[in-house]
């Protein structure tokens, strides 16, 4: 089945404690994207990559990594958690070219103390 | 900058009748994709319909379809012969070709259908 898994699911950390939340895809897909959404905000790409080892920020990358090592994985780091970072978390993927369709994961909810 | 509004919070509608869900959104792009995406409770992101900017004529995904008015820069999505399934948040996006595959998203409208 093609799909964009993301774990973990949820997540409670504590403020300054690094995580990472992990995404893959099995799709073969060059893009992949990361957003974040906040009530009233809708979503909000926080970093992508068109290609392996080609990364690039988004529109709210403060406080956020990212690598691209593998086609597949995509994984996103919180090197120092702070509240404001708590929210809901979307990687997505597709293939490179204007209006692909993007395949969303389930989303990862996270809570930061 | 890119930006799309969704000006309805929240709305309701008895099963079996017809809801619209405004979206506007500010380009100065002439090349871009609309799309609706909706966000049922498991959070999940499913693609609803999409529309692009240079096809005047309107898309329709069975009881989904919307009404696209490019040069006031609207683009609603009317929900006919609403379903329980059918609540959900609703999100308003696009695509702007000079942006690559980035989508940008307006603030989402819940919908939710009474029995």
């Known amino acids: 089945e093609a799909q964009v898994t993301q774990n973990p699911r949820y997540l409670i950390t504590v403020t300054g404690k690094k995580l990472t939340v992990t995404c893959s895809q099995n799709?073969?897909?060059?893009?992949m994207s990361w957003y974040r959404q906040d009530p009233g905000l809708g979503l909000r790409q926080i970093y992508y990559s068109m290609n392996v080892e080609v990364t690039d920020k988004g529109d709210v990358p403060e406080g956020y990594k990212v690598s691209r090592k593998e086609k597949r994985n995509f994984p996103l780091i919180l090197e120092s958690p702070s509240p404001n970072q708590t929210s809901l978390y979307f990687c997505?993927?597709?293939?490179?070219?204007?209006?692909?369709?993007?395949?969303f994961g389930p989303g990862t909810r996270l809570l930061v103390l | 900058a890119q930006t799309v509004t969704q000006s309805q919070p929240e709305m309701s509608v008895q099963e079996a009748e017809t809801v619209t869900l405004s979206c506007t959104y500010d380009?100065?792009?002439?090349?871009?994709?609309l799309f609706w995406y909706k966000q049922p409770p498991s959070r999940q992101m499913i693609l609803v319909i999409r529309q692009e900017a240079y096809k005047q004529q309107n898309a329709t995904e069975n009881r989904f379809s919307v009404n696209f008015q490019k040069a006031a820069k609207s683009f609603s999505l009317k929900i006919s012969d609403s379903q329980l399934g059918d609540t959900a948040m609703y999100f308003c996006?696009?695509?702007?070709?000079?942006?690559?595959?980035?989508?940008?998203f307006g603030g989402g409208t819940r919908v939710l259908v009474k029995p």
């Open positions: 997505a993927s597709s293939l490179v070219g204007y209006a692909e369709t993007q395949y």
């Open positions: 799709m073969n897909h060059e893009y």
């Open positions: 380009t100065s792009e002439n090349n871009y994709y």
């Open positions: 996006a696009f695509m702007i070709k000079a942006a690559g595959n980035k989508l940008t």
